[in-house]
């Protein structure tokens, strides 16, 4: 829904653009241009961001069924690993062999 407020508040701006500013054609067309980019990168941009969270979700809910997590070359399970929330970060418990380990969740598979 972003999306949708987010190009009609740049067609508004490119009619006013348009309508009351005296500008060259070329120029209006490079603002519109210039403008077509930016929306498109943000898009791009968040897109990319949700696949990153969704692929972390399904990590932390693995994790969170007792399941075992591949990390690079780590197997990651809650009984050697605590998950820090605040960070989505695994920290190595005590008395293990990864004491203080601590591995990103964007990096599990």
Same mark, same amino acid.
């Given at each position: 829904?972003?999306?949708?407020?987010?190009?009609?508040?740049?067609?508004?701006?490119?009619?006013?653009?348009?309508?009351?500013?005296?500008?060259?054609?070329?120029?209006?067309?490079?603002?519109?241009?210039?403008?077509?980019?930016?929306?498109?990168?943000?898009?791009?941009?968040?897109?990319?961001?949700?696949?990153?969270?969704?692929?972390?979700?399904?990590?932390?809910? &693995?994790?969170?069924?007792? &399941?075992?997590?591949?990390?690079?070359?780590?197997?990651?399970?809650?009984?050697?690993?605590?998950?820090?929330?605040?960070?989505?970060?695994?920290?190595?418990?005590?008395?293990?062999?990864?004491?203080?380990?601590?591995?990103?969740?964007?990096?599990?598979?």
């Amino acid at each position: 829904m972003g999306y949708i407020y987010g190009f009609i508040i740049a067609g508004i701006l490119l009619l006013a653009m348009y309508y009351f500013i005296e500008l060259t054609t070329k120029k209006k067309l490079s603002i519109a241009l210039a403008f077509t980019l930016i929306i498109m990168t943000a898009i791009t941009y968040n897109n990319h961001k949700k696949k990153q969270q969704e692929k972390m979700l399904e990590v932390i809910i &693995k994790y969170k069924q007792a &399941k075992n997590i591949h990390c690079g070359d780590r197997d990651i399970n809650s009984s050697t690993y605590s998950l820090s929330i605040g960070t989505y970060t695994f920290i190595g418990k005590k008395n293990t062999p990864h004491y203080a380990e601590m591995i990103d969740a964007l990096t599990c598979q």
